[in-house]
């Protein structure tokens, strides 16, 4: 099986050398933990070293904002969307029905999962994207209530991409401490791959770890890493380093 390299330091020799390609996902943990970091280094990096193109969606946050807060790790995502190396598609205020200022958006009519699923599929085929990550699945305003069809919007999302071949991620909010890995409950169980951020009370890096819950197909690591936010992005040690220190 081809192994997509995560771009996330000290991650790929855990999970066998990457991501199992075409498959999906899901990256969860509190808000705050690095998951939006974790994935945007994921998409520059592809782009960068690997010369995979990638789409980000955002559902969350404004581009801009991303875009600006970004850069202190030295990414420029401006100019890998002006080389056609970086889509994002902006669905972060059309549920208000504001309209956004990017070039791909979700119109301010009104946001579905169809009409994010067509844009995500024309993009995929404009710029030949290979990456794709969609932050957050509980954005994407599901109705908690109605869990058959949030199921069926999870599977729709999940199926739809592995057929589009790209290899993605997707985010999605727990609470510290839950007994589920996705917001709905229902994420963990249609995606290849379960990776849990965590970070625990107050202060240093070291509070900050990370945690391989499943990867189809893969051997896996199985403890809980160490992992520390640098200017460089998302750094994973590995678990004697942290006992090394102390
Ligand atoms: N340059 C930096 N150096 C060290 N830590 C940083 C840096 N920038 C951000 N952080 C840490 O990362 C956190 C933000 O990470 P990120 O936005 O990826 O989290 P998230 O899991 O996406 O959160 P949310 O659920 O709110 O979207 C900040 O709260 C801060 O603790
Ligand atoms: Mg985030």
Redesign the pocket.
């Known amino acids: 099986m081809k192994r997509i390299p995560t771009g996330i330091t000290g991650l790929d020799k855990l999970v066998e050398g990457g991501f199992p390609e075409g498959r999906s996902i899901l990256l969860s943990?509190?808000?705050?933990?690095?998951?939006?970091?974790?994935?945007?280094q994921y998409i520059y990096n592809g782009a960068k070293k690997y010369s995979e193109p990638g789409i980000y969606v955002t559902l969350?946050?404004r581009p801009e904002l991303i875009r600006e807060?970004v850069i202190?790790?030295g990414w420029d995502l401006r100019k890998l969307e002006q080389e056609n190396m970086l889509q994002i598609i902006d669905g972060s205020i059309a549920k208000l029905g504001i309209p956004s200022e990017e070039e791909v958006s979700m119109p301010a009519t009104g946001f579905d999962l169809d009409k994010l699923l067509l844009e995500i599929m024309r993009v995929t085929k404009r710029i030949g994207a290979k990456r794709l990550v969609i932050?957050?699945i509980p954005a994407l305003g599901l109705s908690l209530e109605n869990n058959s069809e949030v199921r069926k919007s999870v599977l729709k999302l999940s199926y739809l991409l592995m057929r589009t071949g790209v290899t993605s991620i997707i985010?999605s909010?727990i609470q510290e401490g839950a007994n589920k890995f996705g917001k709905f409950g229902v994420e963990e169980y249609v995606v290849d791959g379960v990776i849990v951020?965590h970070?625990m009370g107050v202060g240093t890096?070291s509070n900050r770890t990370l945690h391989i819950r499943k990867m189809r197909a893969t051997h896996h690591s199985e403890s809980l890493h160490p992992i520390?936010?640098?200017?460089k992005g998302i750094v994973v040690h590995k678990v004697e380093e942290e006992y090394e220190e102390t």
């Open positions: 943990g509190a808000c705050g933990t690095g998951k939006t970091i974790f994935s945007m969350d946050e807060d202190r790790f932050d957050s985010t909010e951020l970070y890096q520390e936010i640098t200017d």
